[in-house]
């Protein structure tokens, strides 16, 4: 894969071990299945929380993270924000504008090509059922792309990447 995207989502998953090193051995043991793509199962490229950065795959190997088959997991790299309990949101939220930051200026992506899950529309792979577009990370897309939230986290990401 050659990454023209960065794709970013969220967990959902408030349980207290949900941090991102159970999420990457979750990865690392193909235990998130995915029924209705190619693989059979779910795979990102990297998962942040408050404290940590757990990469799980390599940036030019194609994900299973966006919309099944089509051009997010083709060419995006896709990093999973984790919302664990006691996990800082603010925290992650940082950590993954820069690493998004780093990931930009290593690949040459464009802030313009810095989106989220919802910007993918989801067709499955097995049985061309079109789901449309999943609300995530959905506390930064509630109204879509151009909600405040996202913009800030853009802005958040633009400002690291002028820094590097």
Not at 114 to 130: E, G, Y
Request: charged fraction near 25%; proline fraction near 4%.
């Amino acid at each position: 894969m050659n990454p023209r995207f960065v794709t970013i989502h969220a967990t959902e998953n408030f349980s207290r071990g949900g941090n991102a090193r159970a999420h990457a051995e979750m990865l690392q043991t193909g235990s998130l299945k995915g029924t209705h793509n190619s693989l059979g199962y779910i795979i990102w490229h990297f998962t942040v929380d408050d404290h940590s950065i757990y990469q799980t795959q390599p940036c030019n190997e194609q994900g299973q993270h966006a919309d099944y088959e089509g051009q997010g997991n083709r060419e995006s790299i896709g990093i999973e924000m984790c919302e664990n309990r006691g996990n800082s949101r603010e925290a992650t939220l940082d950590r993954t504008a820069k690493l998004t930051a780093l990931l930009m200026k290593q690949y040459g992506i464009p802030l313009s090509n810095v989106v989220p899950h919802q910007h993918w529309r989801m067709i499955r792979f097995d049985d061309r059922r079109d789901l449309g577009h999943k609300t995530c990370p959905h506390f930064l897309v509630k109204k879509g792309e151009a909600d405040p939230a996202w913009r800030a986290f853009l802005a958040r990401v633009d400002r690291y990447r002028k820094q590097l």
